[in-house]
Each structure stands twice: as structure tokens, then as C-alpha cells.
């Protein structure tokens, strides 16, 4: 890609009400952790500059959203464009690890990804500062998990303690630059197509 | 006991039945209004109907009276402090709360408090290894927070900024409140210095005091008195308690997590409601939850019993968060019910339809009223593939416009802003405008309907113009193919920038008057016009408008699926009657289907004879022709 115009990386953070969606957030963001998160209602997003490559700077754009599942009827407009979709579970709450799967199959049908074999997920279990005898999700099973998702990677994380979140983040900046990078080439090669269309579009309209 | 009368409002006369067949059961817990221990004066102990169960009165009254109280070095203490109400509720958990042996209290009374469920956040204290990067608890000092318990500090506005305003406004609160005195002993309303409990009639008068600002003490009351509240209150009588008792049975069932699964999102909200206020705190209460957290729990779970059809739906928690602020328990339900009925159909249900109905309802509005507002959030829509732009321009120059090929698309494929602008209609407000623009807000909800949140919010989009401005938001329009690309990546950018804008915005808002002085009350600002009759005709063509286009796409969307590809609408406009060429589809859509959703008439706002909509609706097609003669 040889564009010097900014990057702009778009990432999702999904999963259940009360995994730990916006302190993550606030966490890579900010290196901050709070106690006095509201729960979040529709989305929000906060930006960090990331560098890439040693020179190159690029956007990430990282939208945080309400877990209730009603919303995801909302989320539709802004799952589109997105460049790496974020899992996120709770290790201390079995439900939260099940939805996992349906979280990311949600994500699929309203991004319209173009290869969603390909497209990048990372799956976060957070909370992991809890004491042992409150979780309820093994490593293993989590790994059996990402690894039936289609070797997703996988991170526990502690958003309180912070443990593991800059390299979750670092990983789903990777992927979502990949992902980003492979987007404008088929972008570039569609592109041409669409000025056909729009030519042919205003020839009609001269002969008339 | 008399059969419930099933309100137009309510979708679920099947509970009502069920519930008053229902023998009353003995209640575990109380009942009644939240009891706050010590808060003496204010709740009358169990007094159903006092109304003002935690802003107190009389530390207003003290304060008003002496607005001048708040400058100087101690300000803080005097500011709410120095009342003995108030000072009975801090000092249960001010100053040292950070000593160790505290801590082990806390930790093990967080432990009792939570149970089950509300593990994401009870080992708060278990923090010491990170405490470096852990924000501090908030401080118990009386002084840093207002008069109904939030703290005045958040993150856009320091609590030195609020001391300077507070002066200020606290000035305005008093003569406000002068007049709406005057103005009840006008219309012979007594009241014997306790707060009204009847309002005078409706009229231009009224509504502009309202707009001004109901006193906050009596808040409560009049918001009560102007949504009806006593209407479906005596219609429904004991239904509250009923549904207590429901809850009392449920809290003993089996598998109950599996038979009301609403039960563990709320449990997961409540202390993420309010958690910047004193009453809502976790640790405020040494002997278990805060009696608030324990009334906003009843509410929200007595509410998802009453109508299932919503159940809960986040953002409900801060409606009902608010609602105890300042009316008791029942009460605080039905105004709840209320809003979610009345106010906002729709808008908590399950699918949530009612939102985006809202939305597209406020698209409308923005586009007739603030087009340059519009021309930053009209949507330049990608097709499926989010690769592959092809383009749905609404752009007001292009030469389609007029067609109505696409001329509703937008109600359908909400633009992206309408995450941010939703969450403004779904908590009314709450948690979005600092507290005081926030009431007021509410003040003129429950006089004049939710035309209002659709004044307000335009009116704060209005004020955000210059915020977008500011930005480099606007690149011109680009209208050539060759300039496709760089459209993809600025429409992206504006995106981000105006949500980012229209996020951070209206939380700055910490002076009321800025919203109404400037705009609400400006008669020559077009969308003061707008009434209910407007909304409710507006909210009935989204929905309609919805409706058919969900069809549709739907159609569009599947044949796209069997041709593998997404398939490009081309919508140059320029293949005149020719609508089926308009898809790049083999699949059969039907003709009538087509028919329907390419005929369909953009909105008509009601001109008024004034003609100031008609004027502006013709400035707008000016402003529009004369853009379209400079760039040729």
C-alpha cells in the first residue's frame, strides 16, 4: 500500500453485558481502570495513535458496545468497515464463554465481511485477576474454543490488574492492519469496476 | 378490590389479570419506600407518598436562601454540607474510608451484598497491587458532590468549573422558584411550604416556567402531576405490591436464572447505574447494599414481571436511577412505565424497533431543519461489501435527489450516528448532559411529551455545529468517480470525528440555560415548531417507511447472497422509469415490492401558516440551487 493518507483501523469489542468491554477500552486507551464504569448504552469509541511498521502511524479506532443482546439490532450500522472484531468473555461466568461463538457469528452476518474465513478475530478472557476458585473457564477449554474458531488467537487478560492487554492489543492492531491492508487491494482492483458502472449509468442518460 | 383497568398503554392486560387474581403474599423484604437510615426529614419513615424521598427539601430551601453560601474556601461543606439531612447520609460513610480495617468490612460486606451474579465487581478492594493505576475511590468529601448526591467532578468538567457555575445558577434556582410561588398562590394552590402537589392548569405560562426550570424539590411532585401519574396509579392499586410478592416467589424458585434472564443483567447494572452518586454507592452502607441500590433492583425486576414484552432493557436502569432520586419506589415504577409507554414506545422493546423508528424520526427532523448539520451526517452508503464503494448519494446536488430512488434509504440503513444519538433517547437524557441540563430535560418531558427529547436533541446538535466546524469534519462534496477513493477514507474519518463530537458534546453542558436560552427559546429556530401531532405523524411514516424497506433489502440482500457477490445499486439515477435495471440482481424481486419503495414520498412537514417551515424549506432549495450554479 502505498498511500501516505492516515490509516484508520476500525476494531469492535463484543461479548456479553459486564465482561469487561469498556475497561479494557479504557485500559489500552488510557492505561486507566475505574470502578464507576456505567453500563454502556449503544456504542462508544475511543481513538489511539499506533505506530506501525517503525515510521508509519496509523488510527485505531476501538468501539466499545452494549452487551445486552437487544442492541445488536443497533450495532449493524457500525460492525461495517471493521477490521478486527474483539471476543471478549468473562472467565468467572460460564454464559458469557458459550456466547463466544454466537457473538462472532452475529458479527458475520451484519458486517458483510468479504472473507469471513478470513477475517480477524481475537478472543479475550478477561477478569483473570480473580482468585482461582471463581473461575469457572479452564485454559483449555478456551483454547479448544479459539482453536474450533478457526485458530483465533487467544488472550487472558486482566483489564483491572492489567495483565496481557497491551499484547491483546498489539496482536488485534497486527491483524486489523492486515486485514486493513487487504481491504484497499481489493478495493484498488474494484474500484475500476465501479467508474464502469457510473460511465455506462451516464452514457444511458445522454442517449435520453 | 377492584379489577384493573387495562390502560391503552399497556400491552400486557394478561399480567394485569394474572396479578390481581393472585393472592397477596407476605413480603420478605420492605416494601415501601427506600429508607434511608437517618435521613430524617425526608422520608417520613414508610410514608408511601412522600414524594421527595431523597432531595431534600429543606437543605434547598437553606441554600436558596443564601446562594452566596457556596463561595469561599470551605464552600464545598456549605454547599450541600452543612444540613442536617445531608450530613446525617455522609457522615454514615465519610472520611476515613480508606483505612485498612475498613477495607476488610467493606470487602466482606461486598461479598454478603453481592451473592450470586455480581462478581465483575465485589473484589474492588483486592486491588492493592495495582492500586498505582486504579483510580481512588471517590473521596466522602461532602463538597464534591451536588445537591442530589453525584459528584460534581467528571471527566470534562472539574469541580472548580461547577463550584464557579453553581454560584451562578443557584442564583437563578431561587428566583425561579420565587416565581413559581407567586405563581401557585396565584392560582390558589396551597401548598403550606411543603411541596405542591397540584400544579395550575396547562397553559403558555405554565409551559414557559417549566421550561425555566420546575424547583428541584418539587421535581418530583410535578413531574408525577404532569405525566398523569395518579391516573395509572388508582387504576392500578396494589399492583406494585403485587408484584413484589411475584418477586419474593421468584427469588425462592428453581432454575430462576433460566426462567427470567433479565434477573442477572440487572443485578450486573445496578451498581453500574450511578455510580458517581453517594445514595448509589456500593460501600455507602456499612450494614449491607445501599437502600437505593435495593429499591432499583425491586423496580427494574417488578418492571420486567409487568411487561415482558421489554423485560429490561439497559439505559432502563438509569431512568429508574433517577426516578428514585426524587419520587418514592411505586412511584418511581410507574413513571417508569410510564415513559417506556407513553413517552418512548417502543423504544425498550425487545427488538429495540422503536429506537430506530426515533432515529429515522430525528434524521427527518435534521435534514428539514439543520441541513448543515445534515450534510455532515448524510450517510454515503457502501454497498454490503464494505470494500466496494458504490454510492447512495444523497448529496444535494446531485441530480438524483429529486428522483426518490433512494430518497428514504437512510431510515432504513440508520447513518452511523444514530449510536450515539440513541443512547440519548433510551436514558432520556441521563448519564448524557450533566445533571442539572438533564432535569430540566425531563421537566419539559413530562409537560410537553417527547417532542421534547426532539427539540433538545436537535437543539444540542444545533449548539455542536461549531465543535464540527472546528474539525476539518466537512470535505467538500466529491462528486467525481476519480475521487471515489478519497471519499471512502474521509467519509470514514468524518464519521469518527462527528461521533466523537456528538459523544463528548452534550457532556459538557453543564449550564442549562445554554440549551434553552439559546435555542428552545429562540421562536425564529424552526424546529421550536415542532409539536406532538408532528412527531407522532412523523414516528407513524418511519415506521412505515421501515417497514417496506425491510422487505426489500431483505430481497436484495438474499439475492446478493445467491449471486455470491454484492451486487451494486446503481444509483445514478439516470435510468429513467427503468427501475429494474436500477439492481444489479438475478434474482426476482417483485415488481409491486420495487414499486412500493421507489414511489415512496419523502416526508412532508407540516408548513405552518406563520410560513416560517415554508421559508426555510425554500431557503434550503436556494441555498441548494445556488451551490449547484458555482460548480458549473
Known amino acids: 500500500m502505498s498511500s501516505k493518507k492516515k490509516t484508520i483501523l476500525k476494531v469492535i469489542i463484543l461479548g456479553d453485558s459486564g465482561v469487561g468491554k469498556t475497561s479494557l477500552m479504557h485500559r489500552y486507551v488510557n492505561d486507566k481502570y475505574s470502578q464507576q464504569y456505567k453500563a454502556t448504552i449503544g456504542a462508544d469509541f475511543l481513538t489511539k495513535e499506533i505506530n506501525v511498521d517503525g515510521d508509519r502511524t496509523a488510527t485505531m479506532q476501538v468501539w466499545d458496545t452494549a452487551g445486552q443482546e437487544r442492541f445488536q439490532s443497533l450495532g449493524v450500522a457500525f460492525y461495517r468497515g471493521a477490521d478486527c472484531c474483539v471476543l471478549v468473555y468473562d472467565v468467572t461466568n460460564t454464559k458469557s464463554f458459550e456466547n463466544i461463538k454466537s457473538w462472532r457469528d452475529e458479527f458475520l452476518v451484519h458486517a458483510n465481511v468479504s472473507s469471513p474465513e478470513s477475517f480477524p478475530f481475537v478472543i479475550l478472557g478477561n477478569k483473570i485477576d480473580i482468585e482461582e476458585t471463581k473461575k469457572v473457564i479452564s485454559v483449555k477449554s478456551a483454547q479448544d474454543l479459539a482453536k474450533s474458531l478457526g485458530n483465533i488467537p487467544l488472550f487472558l487478560t486482566s483489564a483491572k490488574s492489567s495483565i496481557n492487554v497491551d499484547p491483546a492489543f498489539e496482536e488485534i492492531a497486527r491483524s486489523a492492519l492486515q486485514q486493513n491492508q487487504n481491504d484497499a487491494d481489493a478495493f484498488e482492483e474494484d474500484f475500476n469496476d465501479a467508474i464502469n458502472i457510473q460511465l455506462d449509468g451516464e452514457a444511458d442518460s445522454c442517449a435520453c | ?632
Open chain 2, 1 to 632: 378490590m377492584t379489577k384493573a383497568r387495562t390502560d391503552s398503554h399497556f400491552h400486557d392486560a394478561e399480567v394485569l389479570e394474572d396479578l390481581y387474581d393472585s393472592k397477596p403474599r407476605k413480603l420478605g423484604f420492605p416494601v415501601k419506600s427506600p429508607s434511608v437510615p437517618n435521613f430524617h426529614g425526608v422520608l417520613k419513615s414508610n410514608n408511601y407518598n412522600s414524594s421527595v424521598p431523597l432531595f431534600n427539601a429543606s437543605a434547598v430551601d437553606r441554600l436558596q436562601a443564601d446562594p452566596g453560601y457556596s463561595q469561599g474556601g470551605s464552600s464545598a461543606n456549605s454547599l450541600n454540607g452543612d444540613d442536617d439531612a445531608n450530613l446525617s447520609v455522609i457522615d454514615m460513610y465519610g472520611g476515613d474510608f480508606d483505612s485498612p480495617r475498613k477495607e476488610q468490612t467493606m470487602k466482606k460486606m461486598d461479598t454478603l451484598a453481592s451473592g450470586k451474579g455480581t462478581d465483575h465487581n465485589t473484589d474492588r478492594i483486592s486491588s492493592n497491587t495495582v492500586a498505582s493505576t486504579i483510580e481512588t475511590p471517590i473521596r466522602k468529601n461532602v463538597g464534591s458532590f451536588d445537591r442530589y448526591g453525584f459528584r460534581k467532578q467528571t471527566t470534562y468538567i472539574s469541580e472548580g468549573e461547577y463550584d464557579i457555575w453553581w454560584t451562578e445558577y443557584s442564583q437563578y434556582c431561587v428566583r425561579r422558584k420565587g416565581k413559581w410561588e407567586l405563581l401557585l398562590e396565584k392560582s390558589g394552590l396551597s401548598y403550606a411550604g411543603d411541596s405542591p402537589t397540584r400544579f395550575p392548569a396547562r397553559s403558555e405560562k405554565l409551559k414557559r416556567y417549566v421550561r425555566k426550570g420546575i424547583p428541584a424539590e418539587w421535581r418530583g411532585n410535578a413531574w408525577w402531576y404532569f405525566a398523569k401519574g395518579d391516573e395509572i396509579l388508582n387504576k392500578n392499586k396494589g399492583l406494585y405490591d403485587k408484584l413484589l410478592s411475584r418477586i419474593d416467589q421468584i427469588k425462592v424458585q428453581k432454575n430462576r436464572e433460566k426462567l427470567y434472564p433479565d434477573l442477572e443483567i440487572i443485578e450486573r447494572d445496578l451498581h453500574r447505574t450511578f455510580p458517581d452518586n453517594i445514595h448509589f454507592q456500593r460501600e455507602s452502607f456499612q450494614d449491607g447494599e445501599s437502600t437505593m441500590i435495593k429499591s432499583l433492583r425491586r423496580v427494574l425486576v417488578a418492571f420486567s414481571l409487568f411487561n415482558p414484552k421489554i423485560g429490561y432493557c439497559q439505559s432502563m436502569n438509569f431512568l429508574s436511577g433517577l426516578l428514585l432520586l426524587f419520587l418514592d419506589e411505586e412511584k418511581a415504577f410507574w413513571m417508569l412505565v410510564i415513559i417506556t409507554s407513553r413517552y418512548l414506545p417502543g423504544v425498550h422493546n425487545v427488538n429495540l424497533e422503536g429506537v430506530n423508528v426515533d432515529q429515522g424520526v430525528l434524521m427527518l427532523c435534521v435534514k428539514e431543519y439543520l441541513p448543515e448539520i445534515w450534510s455532515y451526517i448524510k450517510p454515503f452508503y457502501k454497498t454490503q461489501n464494505s470494500n466496494r464503494v458504490t454510492m447512495v448519494s444523497f448529496s444535494s446536488n446531485s441530480s438524483m435527489h429529486s428522483k426518490g430512488t433512494t430518497k428514504n434509504e437512510f431510515l432504513y440503513k440508520l447513518p452511523p450516528v444514530t449510536l450515539c444519538t440513541a443512547s440519548w433517547f433510551m436514558s432520556c437524557f441521563v448519564g448524557v448532559t450533566p445533571i442539572e441540563t438533564t432535569l430540566r430535560i425531563w421537566d419539559c418531558m413530562f409537560y410537553e411529551e417527547s417532542n421534547f427529547l426532539f427539540k433538545a436533541s436537535l437543539g444540542i446538535l444545533k449548539m455542536s455545529e461549531q465543535t464540527l466546524n472546528k474539525g476539518k469534519l466537512h470535505s467538500t462534496s466529491l462528486n467525481h468517480h476519480n475521487q471515489l477513493r478519497s471519499r471512502k477514507v474521509s467519509q470514514d474519518e468524518s464519521d469518527m470525528e462527528l461521533f466523537q463530537a456528538l459523544q463528548t458534546f452534550p457532556k459538557k453542558l453543564l449550564n442549562p440555560n445554554d440549551l434553552f436560552e439559546k435555542i428552545i427559546f429562540k421562536r425564529r429556530i424552526t424546529f421550536n415548531n415542532l409539536d406532538q401531532e408532528e412527531i407522532d405523524r412523523c414516528r407513524k411514516f418511519v415506521k412505515n417507511q421501515r417497514n417496506k424497506y425491510k422487505n426489500y433489502i431483505e430481497a436484495v440482500d438474499s439475492s446478493q447472497y445467491s449471486n455470491g457477490r454484492a451486487s451494486k445499486y446503481d444509483d445514478t439515477g439516470h435510468n429513467n422509469g427503468n427501475n429494474t435495471n436500477t439492481f444489479n440482481t438475478s434474482t426476482p424481486i417483485s415488481d409491486t415490492m420495487i414499486q412500493d419503495v421507489l414511489s415512496s414520498e419523502g416526508y412532508g412537514f407540516k408548513k405552518g401558516i406563520s410560513g416560517v417551515n415554508w421559508n426555510n424549506s425554500i431557503k434550503e432549495r436556494v441555498r441548494q440551487i445556488r451551490k449547484r450554479k458555482d460548480k458549473e
